[in-house]
């Protein structure tokens, strides 16, 4: 009986250490475990173009009309302001197009990329049905040949807005027939002393080799390992994440994540509001 609660104390404290080291910034000689590569604290009065680019329209414009997804908004580069240190990006019911709503996707393709890496954004999200706010990464290359999912994609926080106590975090891939596949985990914030998707929180990824973690204020909440990704459809290629990914920020509207559900009738306009960007990489 001793023996069992003795390992079981040690299995505690192990996972405790390992949770403290994948988000602490610090190692046991006092030098930084991990050294900032790229940030973006927003403090400038527009985009910095040199780090990203606006995806513009209904996703036709790249072969995938809903962007795959059945979404219902139309991407501009006109739905996002800075202000007072934040980057905003504004979902808006007006006529677009064929589409009813406006809203922006950002990403860095072609601006930056890396592979392995802790990723991290301070971002506060809209408590608004309909809506789809996303954090999230894509492989650098262009992926047409491979084809999603096989290419893989790191999705670092999703939210239905109507949810306004979670958050989530997934891993896209292919099964051992070549099928999609995903790994998927929740954070459920205790709204008494976490507050909601409103409030401002961490998300991020600790992203290794063999493992990549998600965590919501340092807070691991799920981890996935090579062993889950390195199926029989990757035998003869190599991990799909072992290259360099992009980071993507974007506020669907609709769309399947959560089943198509859209804003109350009378919405107007609603705001993904990002605080800063942060990104580095082993020391």
Not at 34 to 47: A, G
Request: proline share 3%.
């Amino acid at each position: 009986m001793k023996k069992t609660i003795l390992s079981a104390l040690v299995l505690l404290l192990s996972l405790v250490s390992c949770q403290k080291e994948s988000t602490d910034n610090s190692s046991s000689d006092s030098k930084p475990l991990w050294k900032m590569v790229f940030n973006d604290e927003f403090d400038e009065n527009k985009l910095n173009t040199e780090n990203y680019d606006f995806m513009i329209g209904d996703g036709s414009l790249y072969g995938m009309k809903g962007y795959g997804n059945n979404e219902k908004q139309y991407y501009t580069d006109s739905n996002s302001s800075l202000e007072n240190g934040v980057l905003s990006i504004m979902a808006k019911k007006e006529k677009q197009g064929d589409c009813s709503y406006t809203s922006s996707r950002i990403r860095t393709k072609g601006k930056f990329s890396l592979t392995y890496g802790k990723i991290e954004a301070r971002i506060s999200l809209p408590e608004v049905k309909g809506l789809w706010p996303a954090f999230w990464m894509l492989p650098e290359d262009d992926f047409e040949e491979q084809g999603w999912p096989h290419s893989g994609e790191i999705d670092i926080m999703e939210a239905k807005g109507r949810v306004d106590n979670m958050i989530s975090g997934t891993l896209h891939f292919t099964d051992d027939d070549n099928k999609h596949a995903y790994k998927t985990g929740n954070k459920v914030f205790d709204v008494s002393k976490e507050g909601t998707i409103a409030d401002y929180h961490v998300y991020g990824i600790i992203w290794r080799k063999e493992k990549i973690s998600w965590y919501c204020d340092d807070e691991v909440y799920m981890s996935v390992n090579i062993s889950d990704w390195m199926t029989d459809s990757y035998k003869e290629s190599s991990s799909p994440f072992d290259k360099p990914f992009h980071i993507l920020f974007n506020m669907a509207v609709g769309g399947d994540y959560d089943n198509g559900v859209l804003p109350p009738s009378d919405f107007e306009e609603s705001c993904m509001d990002i605080d800063y960007l942060r990104v580095y990489q082993l020391n």
